[in-house]
């Protein structure tokens, strides 16, 4: 079966480096950023960053935030005996609109914001010259930082993918990770072990009765699974649903603040806590959950021995980030495979 796959990330993150990659396999191209080209190139703009950020936003609200994916899913519509390669996915309805296309994937390329900013300070030397400033507005526009939802929503975008990489290695190293991404399509690549439990703490995220969002966690230690848990209110206790709603949207509290006011314990707590029950050693074990932990559940993982967490996306708890940032017990690990909802 042919492929048709898309790409998104932020800028300097390793998608051009991909494109070349699959072009060379005998993969056709095409970006949503060429449509915007056309139409910057119709009013006569130059072809800078900014003006096409600013056209492709004003498509976007004037036709509908995926009107760029409609019209390159058109184009690969015309042409399904070839193997495609979607550039410059930067809005979730865009994904919408490409997933109508028979069997698209699309992957998510990141790295640490540091190694961002070099990259495309290292560029600038080489062309135009920007300043750190002015680099990291731009990162912070395309991942959504005071942009329209039909705008620049990069960092919505990573979090929908089929697959994701963090490029902060070689180039050598992307490659390797891309082909295997290529070999679990054909068939040729038994998945990792990261894979097969984060699969599985998704599975077990299915389970949760959290009406804002659904966590799953797995602590694993040599290659077997030793417990798991999901977020929900603790045994005996009603679920939020049957309490009239979510308590902590009803008093306005923000994703990642005050955590004690909320009837549900998290996903990485039942599953540290499901051990303690049975009996279940999982010192040195490590934790696979979907999410990032907030700050209760560091402590608990941090006092609990675990000795490596594997997380899928991102959760704004900054006295979390600040906790994990100031211990060197625990190695934090940001998940790379492939993603199952």
Same mark, same amino acid.
């Given at each position: 079966?042919?492929?048709?796959?898309?790409?998104?990330?932020?800028?300097?993150?390793?998608?051009?480096?991909?494109?070349?990659?699959?072009?060379?396999?005998?993969?056709?191209?095409?970006?949503?950023?060429?449509?915007?080209?056309?139409?910057?190139?119709?009013?006569?703009?130059?072809?800078?960053?900014?003006?096409?950020?600013?056209?492709?936003?004003?498509?976007?609200?004037?036709?509908?935030?995926?009107?760029?994916?409609?019209?390159?899913?058109?184009?690969?519509?015309?042409?399904?005996?070839?193997?495609?390669?979607?550039?410059?996915?930067?809005?979730?309805a865009c994904i919408l609109e490409l997933r109508q296309l028979p069997s698209?994937?699309?992957?998510?390329?990141?790295?640490?914001?540091?190694?961002?900013?070099?990259?495309?300070?290292?560029?600038?030397?080489?062309?135009?010259?920007?300043?750190?400033?002015?680099?990291?507005?731009?990162?912070?526009?395309?991942?959504?930082?005071?942009?329209?939802?039909?705008?620049?929503?990069?960092?919505?975008?990573?979090?929908? $993918?089929? /697959?994701?990489?963090?490029?902060?290695? #070689? *180039?050598?190293?992307?490659?390797?990770?891309? !082909?295997?991404? %290529?070999?679990?399509?054909?068939?040729?690549?038994?998945?990792?072990?990261?894979?097969?439990?984060?699969?599985?703490?998704?599975?077990?995220?299915?389970?949760?009765t959290c009406l804002r969002r659904q966590v799953g966690a797995v602590i694993?230690?040599?290659?077997?699974?030793?417990?798991?848990?999901?977020?929900?209110?603790?045994?005996?206790?009603?679920?939020?649903?049957?309490?009239?709603?979510?308590?902590?949207?009803?008093?306005?509290?923000?994703?990642?603040?005050?955590?004690?006011?909320?009837?549900?314990?998290?996903?990485?707590?039942?599953?540290?806590?499901?051990?303690?029950?049975?009996?279940?050693?999982?010192?040195?074990?490590?934790?696979?959950?979907?999410?990032?932990?907030?700050?209760?559940?560091?402590?608990?993982?941090?006092?609990?021995?675990?000795?490596? $967490?594997? /997380?899928?996306?991102?959760?704004?708890? #900054? *006295?979390?980030?600040?906790?994990?940032?100031? !211990?060197?017990? %625990?190695?934090?690990?940001?998940?790379?495979?492939?993603?199952?909802?």
């Amino acid at each position: 079966m042919n492929k048709i796959l898309g790409l998104t990330g932020y800028m300097g993150s390793g998608k051009g480096e991909i494109v070349k990659y699959l072009v060379e396999k005998g993969f056709k191209y095409i970006s949503l950023s060429d449509i915007v080209r056309q139409e910057a190139t119709s009013r006569g703009l130059d072809l800078t960053r900014e003006n096409l950020q600013n056209t492709g936003n004003e498509l976007r609200a004037t036709y509908g935030a995926g009107v760029l994916g409609m019209k390159v899913r058109e184009i690969v519509s015309a042409d399904l005996n070839s193997d495609w390669i979607i550039d410059g996915i930067r809005n979730p309805a865009c994904i919408l609109e490409l997933r109508q296309l028979p069997s698209f994937k699309v992957v998510g390329v990141s790295a640490n914001d540091e190694l961002l900013l070099d990259r495309l300070l290292a560029r600038s030397r080489e062309g135009s010259v920007l300043t750190r400033d002015e680099i990291l507005a731009k990162l912070n526009r395309e991942k959504g930082v005071n942009e329209p939802a039909n705008g620049q929503q990069v960092k919505k975008c990573l979090n929908m $993918v089929d /697959y994701f990489i963090l490029n902060e290695g #070689t *180039l050598e190293d992307l490659y390797k990770k891309f !082909q295997h991404f %290529l070999n679990l399509l054909d068939g040729k690549d038994r998945p990792t072990f990261d894979e097969v439990f984060m699969e599985i703490s998704y599975t077990w995220a299915k389970r949760a009765t959290c009406l804002r969002r659904q966590v799953g966690a797995v602590i694993a230690k040599d290659g077997q699974q030793l417990t798991a848990g999901y977020n929900g209110a603790p045994r005996g206790i009603p679920h939020c649903a049957e309490m009239g709603g979510c308590i902590r949207e009803k008093l306005g509290i923000p994703s990642g603040q005050r955590h004690e006011i909320c009837r549900g314990t998290h996903a990485e707590q039942n599953a540290i806590t499901q051990a303690a029950k049975f009996g279940i050693n999982i010192e040195g074990g490590t934790l696979y959950c979907n999410t990032f932990p907030c700050v209760i559940c560091a402590k608990m993982i941090l006092n609990a021995g675990i000795k490596k $967490v594997v /997380y899928d996306s991102d959760y704004d708890d #900054t *006295l979390s980030k600040e906790i994990l940032g100031q !211990q060197s017990l %625990l190695e934090m690990k940001r998940y790379e495979g492939v993603r199952v909802y």
